[in-house]
């Protein structure tokens, strides 16, 4: 089984940036479609980005698109998204999540999804 653990989460002014990382290991990661997914208090789990095997497909929610930018590295295990002018509606618990092992397709539901971190905080303030 896979284990994810996201971090880089925290604190920001409006305006700000911030890095999350999510470290995999327990499977292969170079053949696992890897996304990140966001839930604000009261809501549900909602689709922030996803990023293909190679990384040579992203996807982002419309929400986010121009600011986030996912990327990964397979040599480390690790995928990141980095969040620029964040705004207070991105609040949330940010969760890295990861798709069964040879999947192709980013997918948009929570469900598709078998794998998943702790979260990570991020507070936007105004």
């Known amino acids: 089984q896979v284990q994810l653990v996201e971090s880089g989460g925290g604190l920001v002014q409006a305006g700000g940036s911030l890095r999350l990382s999510c470290t995999a290991s327990g499977r292969t990661f170079s053949r696992t479609i890897m996304g990140w997914f966001r839930q604000a208090p009261g809501k549900g789990r909602e689709f922030v980005s996803g990023i293909s095997w190679s990384g040579g497909r992203t996807y982002y929610a419309e929400s986010v698109k121009g600011r986030f930018t996912i990327s990964r590295d397979n040599a480390k295990n690790l995928v990141y998204l980095q969040m620029n002018t964040l705004k207070p509606e991105d609040t949330a618990v940010y969760y890295c999540?990861?798709?069964?092992?040879?999947?192709?397709?980013?997918?948009?539901?929570?469900?598709?999804?078998?794998?998943w971190g702790q979260g990570t905080q991020v507070t936007v303030s105004s």
């Open positions: 999540a990861a798709r069964p092992v040879g999947y192709t397709d980013v997918v948009f539901s929570s469900a598709e999804y078998d794998a």
